[in-house]
């Protein structure tokens, strides 16, 4: 207790700046032993309280479905070793929640990855959440917002979004929370191929002592013939592609606001991309290395 303890003030006292970092992460390793595949993680971490002793052994809890044992950290799921002893086919999971990303850095996967290959080259990643943190209203909240009611309006004859995310896979949604009120934008269903999220971080966290956070997070999935979540992990493991170029990748592509257009025109070469879509994407741009490790 004392541990976990330490760790969650820690965490709670992480400076919190703008950036762009992995949010989530799960692996799935083939030919690999539980016990091996977490001695090597906590070798690879710079963090000494990562470490094998720290890790709470489960055998009826797999914390993924599908798997009947686990190593938790410190008893949560903030890092997790899953695993199935009579089913080794189903290969053992690593699973690294937003807790638990705050913990390791870029460096430490590296490592832990290049580690691994000595045993095993044969592992995909099942999932990977990479989010956008604003603290300085950078984010185009309010327009994003405002655009998306205007295009679910389907009586309105007009459209402002062009995105293959079909318009039965996208919604608003409001929280409240101490007299705060916030609205949220969701792009995608639960266990979407590709999806993003517009939500209050401050409302959620409910931290009374932060002015304003907004968070925009990309969830990707390896999932039937979709290997969004494998292809952009391994593109930024090889150092092909950073965290922030995938995550611009992505939410430039997901979605487009537009200005107003007929929704009779669909012809969508035509339409002008709205001007705080624009200043939000030179914004990446031109911080395309500002991320947190």
Known sequence: MENLQKVENS????????????DWLSLNFKNVQAEELLEIFCNATNDTN???????????????TGYTHSYSYLGTPYIVISFCPTRSEMGVNIQITGQGCKLIYFD???RFLEETSKITQDYKCNRL???????????????????TIKDLDVCSGVRNIISRIKRDMISIYTNHWNGYTSENLVFG????????RLYDKKLEQKRLDIDYWYRLEIELRTKGKSKNADIAFKQFINGEKTI?????????????????????NTDFTTQKMANFWIDFLDYLTSHNMYYAK
């Open 189 to 196: 269903k639960h266990r979407s191929a590709r999806s993003f």
């Open 50 to 64: 990562v470490s094998f002793e720290n890790f709470v052994y489960n055998d009826d809890r797999g914390f993924v």
């Open 129 to 147: 959440d990479i989010s956008f943190d604003d603290f300085n209203r950078i984010i185009p909240v309010k327009e994003m917002i405002e655009s």
């Open 244 to 264: 922030y170029d995938l995550f611009y990748d992505n939410i430039s592509t997901i979605v487009t606001f537009t200005k107003d257009y007929k929704s009779s």
């Open 108 to 110: 430490d996967l590296i």
């Open 11 to 22: 965490l709670q006292n992480i400076e919190l700046e703008n950036a762009v970092n992995i």
